[in-house]
């Protein structure tokens, strides 16, 4: 029996993990001719772009995303998606979450970095996956990606 059969994917990646990725994964597919805007991303995904706002702002801080201000602005890839893993954006989750939680006391200091180290020992393999990885598996779905209008 394998960790993903027996774990349920809520107990190895948080829901703002999975919106990060999923973020990202819609930036990479719909930010390659003009950046995307959040409200894209949250039409996009049944959200509100107040909910998606402070994720893209974390992945534009940790250098995953590029963000530009003004009327033709919006959010790109700053590097190469086959460089940019699942992991590399857990740990920018993660990273932003200890910023905010920074009165931890020593037991859950001790408790978050082990934990972290868990992670990290998974990223190795299984969490290696990248944003093209992602990509190229939603584009095989030809599944509709949703369209958000622009200037609305």
């Given at each position: 029996?394998?960790?993903?059969?027996?774990?349920?994917?809520?107990?190895?990646?948080?829901?703002?993990?999975?919106?990060?990725?999923?973020?990202?994964?819609?930036?990479?597919?719909?930010?390659?001719?003009?950046?995307?805007?959040?409200?894209?991303?949250?039409?996009?995904?049944?959200?509100?772009?107040?909910?998606?706002?402070?994720?893209?702002?974390?992945?534009?801080?940790?250098?995953?995303?590029?963000?530009?201000?003004?009327?033709?602005?919006?959010?790109?890839?700053?590097?190469?998606?086959?460089?940019?893993?699942?992991?590399?954006?857990?740990?920018?989750?993660?990273?932003?979450?200890?910023?905010?939680?920074?009165?931890?006391?020593a037991?859950?200091?001790?408790?978050?970095?082990?934990?972290?180290?868990?992670v990290?020992?998974?990223?190795?393999?299984?969490?290696?996956?990248?944003?093209?990885?992602?990509?190229?598996?939603?584009?095989?779905?030809?599944?509709p990606?949703?369209?958000?209008?622009?200037?609305?």
């Open positions: 029996m394998t960790l993903a059969s027996t774990t349920p994917l809520s107990n190895i990646v948080s829901r703002k993990e999975l919106l990060l990725i999923v973020a990202v994964v819609d930036v990479a597919i719909h930010g390659r001719d003009q950046p995307v805007r959040t409200r894209e991303v949250a039409a996009r995904h049944s959200s509100r772009a107040r909910f998606f706002e402070p994720l893209l702002q974390i992945l534009a801080g940790c250098g995953i995303l590029q963000s530009k201000r003004g009327r033709n602005g919006g959010y790109r890839l700053a590097r190469d998606p086959r460089r940019i893993t699942v992991a590399d954006l857990m740990r920018a989750a993660r990273g932003a979450e200890e910023k905010v939680a920074g009165r931890q006391n037991i859950e200091r001790l408790v978050s970095r082990t934990l972290e180290a868990a990290d020992g998974l990223s190795e393999s299984s969490l290696g996956i990248t944003i093209q990885d992602l990509v190229e598996s939603a584009e095989s779905l030809n599944a990606h949703g369209k958000a209008r622009r200037g609305r």
